[in-house]
């Protein structure tokens, strides 16, 4: 026979428990429905659908839409820091946390996701892109195992025409 049985006086640990969670459910129920009325909430939703929705500036973006180009590369070899300067042409083009890179717009290839690391610095890889506040000259940086190649850009917002 169970011990709770043999007293007649004692109730069902479980009971007790149960009816414990039923006064804390019937208190938390109570306290939002007095304090959140349905009225609040649609007051809040029609006020925030009244304000019109600013578009978004370029500068204040996390990764903003982009094309930078340049023209020149110096390479800095480690063992000598030497430097060497050559004419090579560089496209680079952000969409998104997307980083595309070519010579031009026509051999343009996925070149992999780039983060921003800090206000104005994003990084992919061993490469490290650097803009200035306005977004219109920068620095593009690829690390390699013997040398560091540094390209100057200039940058402009990528402008969507609409249908």
Sequence with gaps: ????????????????????????????????????????????????????????????????????????????????????EVAAPLRLRLRGNLLYLGADSTDEKFFGLINRSDRRRWLSGTSTLMLDEALGTGTWARLDLDSTKISPLRCEPVVRKSP
């Design 1 to 84: 026979m169970d011990d709770w049985a043999s007293n007649l006086d004692m109730k069902h640990p479980a009971r007790s428990i149960l009816t414990g969670h039923r006064r804390i459910a019937v208190l938390v129920g109570a306290l939002l429905g007095s304090s959140l009325s349905a009225g609040s909430w649609a007051a809040d939703s029609s006020e925030k659908a009244r304000r019109p929705t600013l578009p978004p500036r370029v500068n204040t973006q996390s990764i903003p839409e982009l094309v930078c180009t340049g023209d020149r590369t110096v390479a800095i070899t480690h063992t000598t820091l030497a430097t060497n």
